[in-house]
């Protein structure tokens, strides 16, 4: 059974900066894209970042390149996402994600993926 458990949220001004973390089990982790993905209050869940297996190919949402940083660790199961400068807009509820299993593309559609977490709280005073 695949399980990814989120943390690193928490309350932040704006400015600030925050690392989320994801522990991934129940997949071959190291064959798997991964990504992370948020939804805003009232809003549809949206794109955010991805990360291919090796590590070597990485994609941002518009609005958060050169802020935020996606990275992954598989000799530990993790992936990480820093986030710098942020914003106000920034705050949701922010998900990791793993597409189905075979799947070798990251994907930046939420529909794409089939696993997630439970999610963690970013909330971002102005």
């Known amino acids: 059974q695949v399980q990814l458990v989120e943390s690193g949220g928490g309350l932040v001004q704006a400015g600030g900066s925050l690392r989320l973390s994801c522990a991934a089990s129940?997949?071959?982790?190291?064959?798997?894209?991964m990504g992370w993905l948020r939804q805003p209050p009232g809003k549809e869940r949206e794109f955010v970042a991805a990360?291919?297996?090796?590590?070597?190919?990485?994609y941002y949402a518009d609005g958060v390149k050169g802020r935020f940083t996606i990275s992954r660790d598989n000799a530990a199961n993790a992936v990480y996402l820093q986030m710098k400068s942020l914003k106000p807009e920034d705050t949701a509820v922010y998900y990791c994600?793993?597409?189905?299993?075979?799947?070798?593309?990251?994907?930046?559609?939420?529909?794409?993926?089939?696993?997630w977490g439970q999610g963690t709280q970013v909330t971002v005073s102005s």
């Open positions: 129940g997949l071959t982790f190291s064959r798997s894209p």
């Open positions: 994600a793993a597409p189905p299993e075979g799947v070798i593309v990251p994907t930046t559609r939420p529909r794409g993926y089939d696993y």
């Open positions: 990360i291919s297996s090796r590590g070597t190919g990485t």
